[in-house]
């Protein structure tokens, strides 16, 4: 049997670094919660999404300390106008980390915005025409990752065994 949507969100919950996002007062507080013993370093890239796509608000180098939640970067509410979702993004030398926060809720729908662009015997890779909240990769198999976000115009590739497979694992 393969893994459900909770296995993915726990994997990404309990990973030793998390991105993080909250509101407080006219701010947004942009957190770095690390478990490591060294600290992070990566770069951190500011996004605001609407219906007419995505923009690029700042980017930065970041370095936050090991074992510890750090605020990382502190951004005014101004930035964000009604109905936009604010992205964050930390890139450090071998993974992607991501957060957003939007007032109210986020509305999920359905789209053909994902498309196949590479696949072998062991791993896939996905490309987004659009902003896609929760990519879905279907099949008998346990994905490297699952129901990830994906920036207009972004791949990922993602490995995977057969589900039986990693039962011996």
Do not use: W
Not at 75 to 93: C, D, F, Q
Not at 104 to 132: C, F, R
């Amino acid at each position: 049997c393969q893994p459900k949507a909770s296995y993915y969100s726990f994997k990404r919950a309990s990973a030793p670094i998390l991105l993080s996002m909250t509101k407080k007062d006219e701010d947004y507080n942009i957190y770095v919660i690390s478990d490591e013993k060294c600290g992070v370093n990566g770069e951190l890239t500011l996004y605001t999404l609407n219906e007419s796509g995505i923009n690029k608000i700042d980017t930065e180098t970041i370095c936050a300390p090991a074992m510890v939640s750090t605020i990382v970067k502190t951004v005014s509410r101004s930035v964000l106008k009604k109905g936009e979702v604010l992205i964050a993004e930390l890139k450090t030398n071998d993974k992607t980390y991501r957060t957003f926060y939007r007032e109210g809720t986020l509305p999920i729908t359905s789209t053909n915005a994902v498309k196949i662009t590479n696949q072998t015997e062991n791993s896939i890779t996905v490309t987004a025409d659009s902003y896609v909240h929760a990519v879905e990769i279907d099949g008998e198999y346990v994905f490297e990752d699952n129901y990830f976000s994906l920036l207009p115009g972004e791949s990922k590739t993602v490995s995977f065994k057969k589900a039986r497979e990693h039962q011996n694992d």
